[in-house]
Structure formats: C-alpha cells, structure tokens
T-cell receptor
Framework: IAGITQAPTSQILAAGRRMTLRCTQD?????MYWYRQDLGLGLRLIHY???????GKGEVPDGYSVSRANTDDFPLTLASAVPSQTSVYFC????????????FGPGTRLTVL | GQNIDQPTEMTATEGAIVQINCTYQ??????LFWYQQHAGEAPTFLSY??LDGLEEKGRFSSFLSRSKGYSYLLLKELQMKDSASYLC??????????WGAGTKLIIKP
C-alpha cells in the first residue's frame, strides 16, 4: 500500500449499532486525524493524534472514540450510531503537527438509518 | 471564535483566470493551505503560504497578507478538469488546521 487506506469504502448502518472505521498509513507520519465532511459545512475535526500513544479531541468529538496503539493505525469507533452521524469520513496524516500538510485517505461514506 | 470565509460557488470560462478569496480570523497563525477536492474524492494539497506574498506553482498561484487576514488562490488558463471545490485552511496557534467550507468552482466551455 502507498499512502493512506480506509475501510470500508461505504457502509449502511442501523441506528444503535457499533461501528469501527479503519485507517492505515504507510508513510510513517507522526500525526493522524479524523474528519467528517457534510455538505455546506466543510471538514470538521473529530479527533486527532500527534504521535502514537496520544489522542486529542477536535471540534466534534461527541459519540466518537479513537485509539493510536501504533504509528500506522488510527481507528475511529462509533459506540452507538445515530442518524446525525451520517456523513463522509476522511482520515488524514501529516509528518509533523507543526507543518501539517495533510494527506487524505479516500474516505468512508457512512449512512445511519 | 475562529472563522474562515470563502465564497460558496464561482463560475468561470475555460481558458480564463479566476481568483478565489479567503479571509480568516483565527487564534494565532502558523500557515495557510489551499486544497483541491474533486467531487467524491479526497482533498489534495495545492499550496502553502506562511509569509506574505505570492507563491507561484504552474497555473496556480496563492497570495497571503497576514496583516489583512486574507489569501487568494489564482487559477490561470482554466481547464475543465479544474472544476472542483477549493478549500482554504489555516493552522492556528495550537497547530490545528481550521477549514473553510470550500468554494465550488464551475468551469464552462
């Protein structure tokens, strides 16, 4: 693999179900990010990790959790999905939080019914 | 609060020049990025400005004025493939990227 991969590409989920979106990068970047993108609202940061073993909350963290056990993987979990979490989710990474040119994965389109 | 403003939509003609403006109010400033996003795809990096002035890269140029909290992206010799959304993002004092909602650029033949 080269760059960032996300899985699944798309998913339809029943409300109340638990779901984990996967993200893996092979660029050995220190920082990783999860965004959601909704029409007219742009990209909104959910959670971030500046380095393996640390995580932080972004603008819209409620209902989501993350972990960063190693450099490459940064999964996003929805503990109990709600329809307002219907969105396109992008994972991104950058070499350094200080100069954060971010590289994006292809996105996961999630629909919660 | 932190805010990034850019026009929602712009229309231009193939072969012409278009300027997309971005104004920002953020807690601190550590650089400004422009990204391109085609429909259904991920954003991709276009340019980075941290000092005042113009950065040119082929048909695309980006300008920054830190005192005015203002940037623009200039696209020359427009091609149909330039039809996309253009996202302005500012790195704040905590080194977090604050994103604008994006400008949808429509190119007409």
């Amino acid at each position: 693999i080269a760059g960032i991969t996300q899985a699944p590409t798309s998913q339809i989920l029943a409300a109340g179900r638990r779901m984990t979106l996967r993200c893996t990068q092979d660029m050995r970047h220190n920082a990783m990010y999860w965004y959601r993108q909704d029409l007219g609202l742009g990209l909104r940061l959910i959670h971030y990790s500046n380095t393996a073993g640390t995580t932080g909350k972004g603008e819209v963290p409620d209902g989501y959790s993350v972990s960063r056990a190693n450099t490459d993987d940064f999964p996003l979990t929805l503990a109990s999905a709600v329809p307002s979490q219907t969105s396109v989710y992008f994972c991104a990474s950058s070499d350094s939080p200080a100069y954060n040119e971010q590289f994006f994965g292809p996105g996961t389109r999630l629909t919660v019914l | 609060g932190q805010n990034i403003d850019q026009p929602t939509e712009m229309t231009a003609t193939e072969g012409a020049i278009v300027q997309i403006n971005c104004t920002y109010q953020t807690s601190g400033f550590n650089g400004l990025f422009w990204y391109q996003q085609h429909a259904g795809e991920a954003p991709t990096f276009l340019s980075y400005n941290v000092l005042d002035g113009l950065e040119e890269k082929g048909r695309f140029s980006s300008f920054l004025s830190r005192s005015k909290g203002y940037s623009y992206l200039l696209l020359k010799e427009l091609q149909m493939k330039d039809s996309a959304s253009y996202l302005c993002a500012v790195t704040d004092s905590n080194y977090q990227l604050i994103w604008g909602a994006g400008t949808k650029l429509i190119i007409k033949p």
